[in-house]
């Protein structure tokens, strides 16, 4: 970056729009202040024009794998022959009903088939990294619960295990058990969402309707333990906010009881139909290394073949103590990464059978003082008790200097949590890897030479949720 660079008072930077130094900054950060209008640099990487996919004889060409597909360098293998007339650029959302929220897609057409894709995000972001930095410890879970709203309960445990371990404080067994079997019922309520999408963008309308139905036991029971059916702010620091609701079991009994054969449902509705059959096996394939390359995990990840699952490689929460299965595809198309998706269901709710059988007796949070609020009963008798739940709710708790990274294994992927302590009750910086915006980045791969119609199978099949993406 050149040191000579002159600010002009109309546009703020040289006819180069070379980008200026930091001391520079701060002198255009005044006069923006001011009223003056944007310097170029920044109109030219933040104007909707910049956003546009590439002309063709600007984008890199791309090798064809030997084992078939496209490297992951681009997209599309171009033809030195094709004439500019014969694509089309054809823009899919950001409000479209198969997008599964606010996705731009650019897409270049050559016909029906989808020969460049270029995904264009941002329309929902809300800022709750940031957001995150301005909160408590404390009341961090109900910032990050809202990211992905179908896994509320995944957030909320990624952010307090990273806590916790810049805390350096152990939970009790009930503790980790009620986290293990809230997370697992929520996994199974984000596929059955899911499904019930992916079936009605498919144009099996009844799937929906299946799909929700199963769905409300899962969402009565959430509501009865944590009093709401989303964004629960349940699964806090130091534990969990209260204790099982009486009755629980006989809730979970009906659970695990009435949602396998709901499962049996979607397979004798869709497993074997030859519609669903043609509009979903060698559809959006990726291999293995396309995976690697883009950061793929989750149930995308393992319908391709590979045996990654952070439950099984990085435990937590006493996961491991759970005797479960890993399901696996073999052809990374939209066919494997539904029949993942429906066998993890089973393992999630066979992993929820067990907690519920063992769930040991004891405490539902830490006795460390410091990060638990006195007992209800006890505000009534004390005043130092008082003063306690007052502060803690208020000011929060201080967490020792130190930074960590804590990832489990969410309904969509590796989820992880970047916390970092400055010793104060608030965190210095949170940063979230979400499964979600891999996904999205990943679609030029799957979708590239595909039928148009086929890129609706596409998205749904990677399950995206884009409050996961923007935050």
Same mark, same amino acid.
């Given at each position: 970056?050149?040191?000579?660079?002159?600010?002009?008072?109309?546009?703020?930077?040289?006819?180069?729009?070379?980008?200026?130094?930091?001391?520079?900054?701060?002198?255009?950060?005044?006069?923006?202040?001011?009223?003056?209008?944007?310097?170029?640099?920044?109109? +030219?990487?933040?104007?909707?024009?910049?956003?546009? *996919?590439?002309?063709?004889?600007?984008? !890199?060409?791309?090798?064809?794998?030997?084992?078939?597909?496209?490297?992951?360098?681009?997209?599309?293998?171009?033809? #030195?022959?094709?004439?500019?007339?014969?694509?089309?650029?054809?823009? *899919?959302?950001?409000?479209?009903?198969?997008?599964?929220?606010?996705?731009?897609?650019?897409?270049?057409? #050559?016909? #029906?088939?989808?020969?460049?894709?270029?995904?264009?995000?941002?329309?929902?972001?809300?800022?709750?990294?940031?957001?995150?930095? !301005?909160?408590?410890?404390?009341?961090?879970?109900?910032?990050?619960?809202?990211?992905?709203?179908? +896994?509320?309960?995944?957030?909320?445990?990624?952010?307090?295990?990273?806590?916790?371990?810049?805390?350096?404080?152990?939970?009790?067994?009930?503790?980790?058990?009620?986290?293990?079997?809230?997370?697992?019922?929520?996994?199974?309520?984000?596929?059955?969402?899911?499904?019930?999408?992916?079936? *009605?963008?498919?144009?099996?309308?009844?799937?929906?309707?299946?799909?929700?139905?199963?769905?409300?036991?899962?969402?009565?029971?959430?509501?009865?333990?944590?009093?709401?059916?989303?964004?629960?702010?349940?699964?806090?620091?130091?534990?969990?906010?209260?204790?099982?609701?009486?009755?629980?079991?006989?809730?979970?009994?009906?659970? %695990?009881?009435?949602?396998?054969?709901?499962?049996?449902?979607?397979?004798?509705?869709?497993?074997?139909?030859?519609?669903?059959?043609?509009?979903?096996?060698?559809?959006?394939?990726?291999?293995?290394?396309?995976?690697?390359?883009?950061?793929?995990?989750?149930?995308?990840?393992?319908?391709?073949?590979?045996?990654?699952?952070?439950?099984?490689?990085?435990?937590?929460?006493?996961?491991?103590?759970?005797?479960?299965?890993?399901?696996?595809? #073999?052809?990374?198309?939209?066919?494997?990464?539904?029949?993942?998706?429906?066998?993890?269901?089973?393992?999630?709710?066979? %992993?929820?059978?067990?907690?519920?059988?063992?769930?040991?007796?004891?405490?539902?949070?830490?006795?460390?003082?410091?990060?638990?609020?006195?007992?209800?009963?006890? %505000?009534?008798?004390?005043?130092?008790?008082?003063?306690?739940?007052?502060?803690?709710?208020?000011?929060?708790?201080?967490?020792?200097?130190?930074?960590?990274?804590?990832?489990?294994?969410?309904?969509?992927?590796?989820?992880?949590?970047?916390?970092?302590?400055?010793?104060?009750?608030?965190?210095?910086?949170?940063?979230?890897?979400?499964?979600?915006?891999? +996904?999205?980045?990943?679609?030029?791969? *799957?979708?590239?030479?595909?039928?148009?119609?086929?890129?609706?199978? %596409?998205?749904?099949?990677?399950?995206?949720?884009?409050?996961?993406?923007?935050?």
């Amino acid at each position: 970056m050149s040191d000579d660079v002159t600010i002009d008072e109309g546009t703020g930077v040289d006819d180069q729009a070379t980008p200026p130094s930091e001391t520079e900054r701060r002198q255009l950060q005044d006069m923006w202040a001011a009223g003056t209008e944007e310097p170029a640099w920044v109109v +030219a990487s933040t104007a909707e024009g910049a956003q546009l *996919m590439l002309p063709r004889d600007q984008a !890199t060409s791309v090798e064809v794998a030997e084992e078939g597909g496209t490297l992951v360098t681009d997209d599309r293998l171009y033809d #030195e022959e094709q004439y500019e007339e014969e694509t089309t650029i054809l823009n *899919m959302g950001p409000q479209h009903p198969s997008t599964h929220g606010v996705l731009r897609l650019q897409l270049e057409l #050559e016909g #029906e088939i989808v020969r460049r894709v270029k995904p264009v995000i941002g329309y929902l972001h809300t800022g709750m990294e940031k957001t995150g930095e !301005t909160l408590t410890f404390m009341q961090g879970p109900t910032n990050v619960t809202r990211m992905d709203y179908l +896994a509320p309960f995944h957030n909320e445990l990624c952010f307090s295990l990273a806590t916790e371990a810049l805390l350096g404080i152990e939970l009790p067994p009930r503790a980790h058990a009620i986290r293990v079997l809230m997370t697992e019922l929520n996994r199974v309520s984000s596929h059955l969402t899911w499904v019930a999408t992916q079936g *009605m963008d498919l144009g099996a309308v009844s799937m929906m309707i299946y799909g929700f139905r199963e769905r409300e036991l899962l969402l009565a029971f959430f509501e009865k333990t944590t009093g709401l059916r989303m964004n629960h702010n349940y699964i806090r620091p130091g534990g969990v906010a209260a204790d099982l609701p009486d009755g629980w079991e006989e809730d979970v009994a009906e659970i %695990i009881e009435k949602t396998p054969k709901g499962l049996d449902d979607y397979h004798d509705l869709l497993t074997h139909n030859p519609i669903f059959l043609g509009r979903t096996q060698g559809v959006g394939v990726i291999t293995p290394e396309e995976c690697f390359a883009y950061g793929i995990t989750g149930p995308p990840l393992r319908a391709s073949g590979v045996d990654w699952d952070l439950r099984k490689s990085q435990p937590y929460s006493g996961i491991e103590q759970y005797d479960f299965d890993v399901p696996l595809g #073999e052809n990374g198309d939209v066919y494997d990464r539904y029949l993942v998706r429906m066998e993890e269901m089973r393992q999630s709710l066979r %992993i929820v059978s067990q907690v519920m059988e063992s769930m040991p007796a004891g405490d539902y949070r830490t006795e460390d003082l410091k990060v638990t609020p006195p007992p209800r009963k006890r %505000i009534d008798e004390s005043m130092e008790a008082l003063i306690h739940h007052f502060k803690i709710f208020t000011e929060g708790f201080k967490v020792p200097p130190g930074e960590h990274y804590q990832a489990i294994e969410g309904p969509r992927g590796e989820l992880g949590h970047y916390v970092v302590s400055v010793g104060d009750a608030k965190p210095w910086r949170l940063h979230c890897r979400t499964p979600s915006f891999a +996904a999205v980045q990943s679609l030029p791969v *799957m979708m590239a030479d595909q039928l148009i119609a086929d890129s609706i199978a %596409i998205i749904a099949s990677i399950d995206p949720v884009l409050g996961d993406v923007d935050r």
